[in-house]
């Protein structure tokens, strides 16, 4: 969708004008059974630039200038935001116009936002980007802003069946984003395509990295994952071999997996001390499940939290060693479709272990013949997102 709309404007074909005409008109028939959106209100241009007219969704804890910050919350419906975050604000500067803010779970958190996932509204869209994920799925913008602390952009962009892009930690500004655990909080972006991505992470004037000759990784060692994950994950690996693409078998580090407590501990110790406050003044009002996490991670002791961090920089030297031999390891995005309902946002277990090394991850569609989508993960070394948007974009291609 991005690269159309950018083919359309480059030639002429449509205006900017047109371009939001048809993303309102697909918000207006799909909106009310998929409630994506807090607010629907396009803003201004700002300037002139590679995104130029091309419209995105943000999501509710980036703070907007005089649009919806309410992030996710009832506590905070009505707020309006002061002043755009540096990301926002770094579009705009593009060109790139703010079509509105979408939904998120509560505070960022497990607490489900009202947005049901396009494939199939009897299912969750995954969270907590819930509202970006869900709004380029079905259609009503090019690309739009997420986060991720634990699985928060990978895992939605897999149920949603688009692809969802972490990028390394640290690298996209967080200034004027609600944060929960600052070690772990990483902005991201969805777009309908790997080829979209690429295209959007050069217009935001970053590098793309060669793909040539990349080697790329698959672990048997994975966490146990639903039957139809497990089939979609190795025949698509298989049919990578099958095109040519080297994907050579590899093992991860021993205590690979124990990134999963470790980063549990983390996101605990530091959310609570994020949320101590609103919970005290208004209990388990911020979320059930909100709350639940500041009782818990208000009892974990300082040296527990330290032992954490301790064990996530421990891996990431072992995985810095790995990544020099194997550039791109894939894995399953998720550990199955989308569950059905809105209880659940899903397991982030396949997307914890890179956002607790800070690495950029990439989840991609699989073709599958599961009624729900699937997400092939991508994860590469720190500070090399752009050799894996660019593989990205080749391993969509070659499936």
Known sequence: MLRQFVEWLESGEKTPQQLMALCLERIREAEPELQT??????????AEGPLNGIPFGVKDIFETENLATGYGSPLYAGRKGGRDAALVRGLRGRGAIVLGKTQ?????????????????????????SS???????AGMVPFA???????????PASFCGVTGFKPTYDLLSLEGVLPFATSLDTAGLFTETAADMKALWERM?????????????????????APEMERAFWSNVARLRAEGFPVEPVELPSRFWKLLPAAQTVCDYEGARTHQERWREHGLRIGLKLGELVMRGQKIPPEEYAAALDAIAAIRQEMAKLFQEIPVILTPATTGPAPAGLESTGDPRMNTPWTALGTPAISIPMPVDSRLPLGLQLAAAPRQDGLLVEVAALVEALL
């Open 205 to 225: 004037g970053h590098a793309v990295g060669q793909s040539e000759g990349a080697r790329l990784g698959a672990p048997a060692d994975l966490p146990e994952m």
């Open 104 to 128: 998120t779970t509560a505070f960022a958190y497990f607490d489900p936002a009202p947005t049901r996932n396009p494939r199939d509204p009897r299912h969750t869209p995954g969270g907590s």
């Open 37 to 46: 959106w807090v607010e629907v209100s396009p803003q201004p241009a700002l």
């Open 131 to 137: 509202g970006s994920a869900a709004a380029v799925a």
């Open 145 to 155: 802003l997420g986060t991720q602390t634990l699985g928060s952009v990978l895992r």
